[in-house]
């Protein structure tokens, strides 16, 4: 591996002030139908600390495993050279990356594969997975009695085949002990930059994020995917003639007034049994649990994007005031909305 010094620049950031830490060496561990980016989203962003770094040696090399080695071919047909696991020295390598893929359940199936990562991560200071790299992880029992995260269309069939998980919905990657879990594609440059922190320091990290053009850097409590995206499509998939279809427009509307069961009801023209009853049939949770998500998110929302102060925002929220918010926000992201904002807030908020 080749590393290119920085150019010769009076705004270059040095991240040199430690004493010379060894190379780490990252292996990619992937199959036939592999998610490119899983592979090449991580490896960019330890390629750029790299590039980044002002040290004579590479702050990470790689290597890219799989059972028999020789060319793999990724979901897009690119093809990537591999080495066989039979033949890597397992003491040499520091961190793991088992990658998902459309044909994870092949995958799955391969004992060489699943003992190997068992095996290696007994050895490897850490040992992460991208997307439905977990199912590998989990068949390999790393996941046993911990907390992990996969893609969130794949979480119903990980909680299924692998109930001795504790398996999340929100967040983009969880760490327990020394088991990383990401979700989405994306989520794996997310897990990539927090490693780049643990090894050396936030500033490299940002400096990478800026480097790659990623908008935002997101910590792993930062939610997968809209609340309200998935409310629209559980209430449509479920009944796409349903009377409460155009409720939940009408609801992300009103956030800011009483929206108890009772009025609800009375706006469906049901009785507040039925309602009820119905609701959860059309949306998987209660009237009351959906309006707590909406006002959440909305929250969310208005502390990465705008200015108002916190009071404003739980009124505008529907939550009344600052400490039924903030109670909200502790059980539910375990965070208070100042400290939310202090970590999530679109950067240009604090110019």
Sequence with gaps: MTTRSPPDNANQTSFS???????RIIAFVLFDDALALNIAGPA???????RLSDLNVPLYAFVYLSTEGGLVRTGTGMPIHTESIATVDVHRLDTI???????????????????WIAHASTIVRRTCSVCTGAFLLAAARLLDGRRAVTHWASVGDLL??????????????????????????????????TLVTADHDRRLSLAVARDLVVFLHRPGGQAQFSLTLAAQTDTNTRSVQSQ????????????????????????????????????????GRTS????????????????????????????????????????VFVRRLHVSPSGYRGQFAIRLLRN
């Design 17 to 23: 002030a430690n004493p010379m830490p060894a190379t």
């Design 44 to 50: 960019e962003v330890f390629g750029s600390a790299n």
């Design 97 to 115: 990356i088992v990658v998902g893929g459309a044909t994870v359940a092949v995958a799955m199936r391969d004992t060489a594969l699943i003992d």
């Design 160 to 193: 299924a085949q692998f109930p001795a998980v504790d398996v999340q919905l929100d967040p983009i990657y969880v760490n327990d002990g020394n088991i990383w879990t990401s979700a989405g594609i994306s989520a794996g440059i997310d897990l990539a930059l």
């Design 244 to 283: 409460l279809a155009a409720l939940h427009t009408w609801l992300v509307e009103h956030l800011d007034e009483d929206l108890t069961v009772e009025r609800l009801a009375a706006r469906v023209k049901m009785t507040p049994r039925t309602f009820a009853r119905k609701f959860v049939e059309d949306y």
């Design 288 to 327: 009351t649990k959906l309006v707590e998500d909406l006002r959440l998110e909305t929250a969310r929302r208005h502390l990465e994007e705008s200015h108002a102060s916190i009071k404003q925002i739980a009124s505008l929220c529907g939550f009344g005031d600052e400490e039924r918010m903030r109670r």
